[in-house]
């Protein structure tokens, strides 16, 4: 069998379109929205960016040590960008007790990147309730099953309670046949910092950051500055 060479990663020159000054949307609010537009639609179009909304989210434990994971972002508007998870979690109980947040998006295929910086703030629960509402029923169930970040006997033990929620929760196809359990929840960036990368060649890329200088929103220009920094 031939394996690949970990280190021999091809050398792609990245040829995106870049971003300058000149270009760049009044707020980061619509630059994000710009840029997630398009990745959803290379996705649509199946250009190599399979799962557009996978959100990198960083947070910090009680030592100050870092931890990252994958989650996918199920909130975007003026507020910041936002996820669902278990409020009980390893990410959750790190960002009670340190909001202190970072999260990225990141499109390779497209030589985009996007990274936040922030404080994490729960995301109101009607808008908790609506989405998960619009998930699948097995996906509701799950929420249930499973306490997340916690150790598990094995496989078995999960299905077990997958199982046990099913039973507690038919689905009757009615609209809260599967309640939202009280331990899960969502989290949103409140942003002080949004930096926009976009590939070019020769490894000489763009960078353009909005750093918070008011009180608004994501929308609000007047509350971001913009810069360049060297990539
Ligand atoms: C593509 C992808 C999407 C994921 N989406 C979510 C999500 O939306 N919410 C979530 O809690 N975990 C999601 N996960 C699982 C997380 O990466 C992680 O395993 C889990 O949240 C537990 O993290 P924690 O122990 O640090 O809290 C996803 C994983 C991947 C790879």
């Not at 799962?51 to 910090?60: D, G, K, N, Q, S």
């Not at 996918?72 to 009670?96: A, H, I, Y």
Request: proline residues 6%; negative net charge; hydrophobic residues 40%.
């Amino acid at each position: 069998m031939v394996r690949p060479d970990p280190m021999d990663t091809g050398r792609i020159d990245y040829h995106g379109d870049g971003l300058l000054e000149s270009d760049v949307l009044e707020s980061p609010y619509l630059q994000v929205r710009a840029w997630v537009d398009d990745a959803l639609a290379a996705a649509a179009a199946r250009v190599d960016v399979s799962e557009p909304m996978a959100l990198h989210v960083a947070t910090v434990d009680a030592d100050g040590a870092p931890n990252v994971r994958t989650v996918l972002m199920r909130f975007f508007d003026e507020q910041g960008p936002g996820f669902v998870t278990n409020l009980r979690s390893t990410k959750s109980l790190e960002l009670e007790a340190n909001p202190r947040i970072a999260a990225g998006l990141t499109w390779p295929a497209i030589f985009r990147a996007i990274r936040f910086r922030g404080v994490a703030e729960l995301v109101t629960r009607t808008e908790v309730e609506e989405y998960f509402d619009s998930r699948p029923y097995g996906s509701r169930l799950s929420a249930w099953a499973s306490d997340q970040s916690q150790p598990a006997a094995g496989r078995e033990d999960l299905e077990r309670r997958w199982h046990e929620a099913l039973a507690r929760f038919p689905d009757r196809g009615q609209h809260g046949d599967v309640p939202v359990p009280d331990f899960w929840g969502g989290w949103r960036v409140r942003c002080d910092e949004v930096e926009f990368w976009a590939g070019r060649r020769n490894r000489l890329h763009d960078r353009l950051v909005f750093s918070r200088t008011g009180e608004g929103n994501l929308a609000d220009a007047a509350s971001w500055a913009l810069s360049r920094r060297q990539p």
